[in-house]
């Protein structure tokens, strides 16, 4: 008679959970009161942890704080690297057949990138990410440079090389780092300055409809890239 083996879930260990609660709580208190104006008393009461949870767990609040930071990278990359590694993997099998990306491919794959970025940072979800990341932009610590690592470069990277196609440049052009940042703004507009835009658009809450709105501009963003006309 054959055993049959069963694979058994992970179930996550105390400790784990624990870490993550504190990590989760973390991203929403730094990113409200900022790293000095949130206190480890604050961290562990939100958390439900004793105190000594945070050393044993992360070393400081200084280690926690970065934790934060790799945790917010990794979510946003759960939504978005399975696209861009697809994205990267065409313009290289392409190149390697000493060939360009057509433009056709690279609005639609630039399209499908910005789309899905919509989608994302005007969720409910990504509200305690904007709060995190707005702080890190105006006073960059080392948090900022394990998310530009590792969401922000290769995202820009990636969506510059579609760029420099569209517009017949060199991806690492400044004209082309420009296009792609405004391209990449006009989206994160909707997060950073969510009441505003909520305010002028008259809308009472963001749904499937709205979504869908702004990826329609998406679609008009994309097809508004054409190659400058050289002057005679």
């Not at 057509?102 to 630039?110: D, K, Q, T, V, Y």
């Not at 017949?168 to 703004?185: D, Q, W």
């Amino acid at each position: 008679m054959e055993k049959q083996t069963r694979k058994t879930k992970h179930e996550p260990s105390r400790g784990e959970i624990a870490r993550e609660k504190l990590i989760i709580v973390a991203l929403d208190l730094f990113g409200r009161y900022g790293f000095e104006g949130t206190s480890t008393r604050m961290l562990r009461d939100a958390a439900g942890v004793n105190l000594q949870a945070i050393p044993y767990y992360f070393g400081s609040k200084e280690g926690l704080y970065i934790a934060t930071a790799e945790y917010l990278g990794g979510k946003i990359n759960s939504h978005v690297s399975d696209l861009r590694t697809k994205v990267r993997g065409r313009i290289e099998e392409v190149a390697m057949a000493g060939q360009t990306l057509s433009h056709g491919e690279a609005r639609g794959f630039l399209s499908e990138i910005l789309k899905v970025m919509a989608a994302l940072f005007i969720s409910k979800e990504s509200e305690p990410w904007a709060r995190f990341l707005i702080r890190e932009q105006m006073e960059p610590t080392e948090a900022f440079h394990v998310i530009y690592a590792a969401v922000m470069k290769p995202m820009f990277e990636v969506g510059s090389r579609l760029v420099g196609i569209l517009l017949e440049e060199e991806a690492t052009s400044e004209h082309v780092k420009l296009r792609i940042i405004s391209l990449f703004g006009s989206l994160l507009i909707f997060r950073v300055a969510h009441a505003a835009a909520m305010r002028l658009l008259d809308w009472r809450a963001v749904g499937a409809s709205e979504v869908k709105t702004i990826q329609d501009l998406v679609e008009e963003l994309v097809a508004a890239i054409q190659p400058l006309k050289v002057q005679s």
